[in-house]
T-cell receptor
C-alpha cells in the first residue's frame, strides 16, 4: 500500500521568506502522481501543483515549486516569498490506482503553516 | 468558470433522516469521487466513479450510496445517517485515468445529532 508522510505538523515562516514543506512517499508503482493542496481555515481544498513520476523537470506554478527527488522518494513543496495569505494547512497526496481504472488520492496528515509579519 | 459545486455547504440533521449531498462539475470530467475529512484521520475516499453508471467503493463506503446517471453529477446519499458520519465531505473531479488535475468542491460540513 502506498504511504505519504509529512513529518512537520507545524511550521512558521516570516513574510517574504521562502519555506519548504516536506513530503516523502512510499510506492512500488513505477508510474505515480504527486499533488500538493492548500486548505485555508475556510475549509476548501485548493490544488497547488502536480508532479508526475516520469516528469523530467520539477514542477513549478508561480511561487510554488516542487523539489522532486525520485531516488529519495521525496516531493517537497517550496513556497517562495511567503505571504500572510499562505497561512493554511498543506497536504501532500499521491494518486493510488483502484479497480476499473479508477484511483484515489492518498493524503498525508498535513503541515500547518503560519506566516508571520 | 471551471468548478466543482456542492450543496448544501452546511447541514445539521438528526440520526436516521435520509439526506443527499449534491455534487456537480462543469469540466466534462470522467472521474468523480467523494472523500470525508476527519481530524487525525485525514481525507479518505468513500466512493468514486470513472464514467456514467460506473461506481466503485473507496476505503470507507459503509453507510453511503452514490449514483452517476449523468456525467456532471455525482450525489452522495446517506440513507440513515448516524453521528459517526459527522464530517467534512468533499467531492472531487478529474479528467481521466492518468490525471494531473484533481479539483475539489468547497466541502460540505455535516453534523448528525
Amino acid at each position: 500500500a502506498q504511504k505519504i508522510t509529512q513529518t512537520q505538523p507545524g511550521m512558521f515562516v516570516q513574510e517574504k521568506e521562502a519555506v519548504t514543506l516536506d513530503c516523502t512517499y512510499d510506492t512500488s508503482d513505477p508510474s505515480y502522481g504527486l499533488f500538493w493542496y492548500k486548505q485555508p481555515s475556510s475549509g476548501e481544498m485548493i490544488f497547488l501543483i502536480y508532479q508526475g513520476s516520469y516528469d523530467q523537470q520539477n514542477a513549478t506554478e508561480g511561487r510554488y515549486s516542487l523539489n522532486f527527488q525520485k531516488a529519495r522518494k521525496s516531493a517537497n513543496l517550496v513556497i517562495s516569498a511567503s505571504q500572510l495569505g499562505d497561512s493554511a494547512m498543506y497536504f501532500c497526496a499521491m494518486r493510488e490506482p483502484r479497480s476499473n481504472s479508477g484511483y484515489a488520492l492518498n493524503f498525508g496528515k498535513g503541515t500547518s503553516l503560519l506566516v508571520t509579519p | 468558470e471551471a468548478q466543482v459545486t456542492q450543496n448544501p455547504r452546511y447541514l445539521i440533521t438528526v440520526t436516521g433522516k435520509k439526506l443527499t449531498v449534491t455534487c456537480s462539475q462543469n469540466m466534462n470530467h470522467e472521474y468523480m469521487s467523494w472523500y470525508r475529512q476527519d481530524p487525525g484521520l485525514g481525507l479518505r475516499q468513500i466512493y468514486y466513479s470513472m464514467n456514467v453508471e460506473v461506481t466503485d467503493k473507496g476505503d470507507v463506503p459503509e453507510g453511503y450510496k452514490v449514483s452517476r446517471k449523468e456525467k456532471r453529477n455525482f450525489p452522495l446519499i446517506l440513507e440513515s445517517p448516524s453521528p459517526n458520519q459527522t464530517s467534512l465531505y468533499f467531492c472531487a473531479s478529474g479528467p481521466g485515468q492518468v490525471s494531473n488535475e484533481q479539483f475539489f468542491g468547497p466541502g460540505t460540513r455535516l453534523t448528525v445529532l
